[in-house]
């Protein structure tokens, strides 16, 4: 038995910090005086369009569950028979006891959606583009990306160690001027967002595409906001909805997580791309397979997609509603996406702003640097399939005031 140490023995926990430590202070202490200091709130959907708050009931306009279909009940389903059926957990990688059919399954399924040969699951969206971009570039690669693309691209290209070169947002005479300064003998990727997830426009994807033809690269085309919510009848996200056709250079990456409404990522592609990833990907080898639950509530998904077009469409009626309305308080707004910004440029003034629409009711997220540029601090408001005209009248008027 290990004889017990009465307290007054035991070592004393050092009460000053380690070397270096003082930064962190003074860090925090900087980013408060700039407004920048961010912190988690804990909001719980009170059923959606509602959250509750520490502040009480607020409708929410920052979700990017852009269907509510995180409370559907196919989900919720799917989700909770695979618990019963097959446990909580898989207790392995994907390469070592992880795989269970119903990745399979879903992997299958994200290739009919996204009608590519082959696709791969990923446990996250950031995980997968971390994945794919250092699964597939080298330090001999160069990697021309949009300046505004999501932080996880650009953290992949980093991690990659390419020949990494930002080209101004959507600006495809600057990406054709950097790929025409590509030597002969580098591969060369393009990278950017379909729906940009800060401003909610396009990227010029037919211009890209064609560049990457002429150009003889290869091109990652993030969907986070466009699946779901843009398309057809397939409502697979912005390839679809300009009818570009499958093409073996393209890998399409998106995630589960917003308008699918669960959780994950997929990656969609021709054969040796998804062949190849599952040999390199870091973040696809070395972590966890995700658990049933989470995949069959994301094939679920998938189905509710095809079957229930119905969301996408109410989504679309709230979105050129709230640009009737905003252009009766005199705001000339065109959406291209659930995603509107409602750029106040300064830091301060946009979270007094944000306290200001809460206070009133609403929940809209005040976005700062780093995660988008200087001095464009922004509301940025989503809408949902959930939300009804008079909420959206509401918010419409609450930013009268405001503006
Ligand atoms: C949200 C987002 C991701 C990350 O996806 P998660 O599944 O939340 O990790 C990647 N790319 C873009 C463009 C995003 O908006």
């Keep these: 038995m290990t004889p017990i140490t009465p307290e007054s023995e035991q070592t004393p926990i050092a009460l000053c910090e380690p070397f270096g430590w003082s930064h962190f202070y003074a860090d925090a202490e900087d980013l408060r005086r700039q407004e920048r200091l961010r912190s988690c709130r804990t909001v719980s959907p009170a059923p959606r369009p509602w959250i509750e708050s520490n502040e009480g009931r607020l409708l929410d306009f920052c979700s990017n569950d852009y269907l509510g279909l995180s409370q559907h009940l196919r989900l919720k389903t799917a989700a909770t028979q695979a618990i019963e059926n097959l446990g909580t957990g898989t207790g392995g990688a994907r390469l070592i006891g992880g795989t269970l059919p119903l990745h399979s399954q879903l992997e299958q399924a994200v290739a009919d959606w996204k009608q590519t040969p082959a696709a791969l699951v990923f446990n996250s969206g950031y995980q997968a583009n971390i994945g794919v971009i250092t699964g597939l570039c080298d330090r001999h690669t160069v990697i021309l990306s949009d300046k505004l693309n999501h932080a996880s691209l650009i953290d992949g290209a980093i991690m990659s160690r390419a020949d990494h070169h930002r080209y101004g947002h959507g600006d495809t005479d600057h990406l054709e001027r950097l790929l025409k300064q590509i030597p002969a003998d580098k591969p060369r990727w393009i990278v950017t967002d379909s729906v940009f997830s800060m401003d909610g426009d396009l990227a010029p994807l037919k211009t890209i595409f064609a560049l990457a033809e002429q150009y003889d690269a290869g091109l990652i085309v993030d969907e986070a906001h466009g699946s779901g919510v843009l398309g057809d009848d397939r409502s697979s996200g912005l390839w679809e909805y300009l009818d570009l056709p499958h093409s073996p250079r393209v890998l399409h990456v998106g995630t589960f997580s917003k308008a699918l409404g669960g959780f994950g990522a997929y990656v969609a592609g021709s054969e040796i791309l998804i062949q ?77 702003a944000s306290q200001t629409l809460q206070d009133a009711g609403f929940y809209v997220q005040a976005i700062r640097p780093p995660t988008v540029p200087q001095g464009s601090a922004r509301l940025r408001i989503t809408l949902s399939a959930c939300h009804e005209p008079e909420h959206i009248n509401g918010l419409c008027s609450a930013l009268k005031t405001l503006l």
């Design 276 to 352: 190849t990833l599952v040999q390199r990907s870091r973040s696809f080898i070395y972590s966890t397979s995700l658990p049933p639950s989470v995949i069959d509530a994301n094939l679920s998904a998938l189905e509710v997609l095809r079957g229930e077009p119905q969301h996408k469409l109410k989504l679309w009626e709230n979105i050129r509603y709230f640009e009737q309305c905003m252009s009766h308080i005199g705001l000339t707004i065109q959406a291209n996406s659930a995603i509107i910004p409602l750029i106040l440029g300064d830091d301060a003034k946009t979270l007094v």
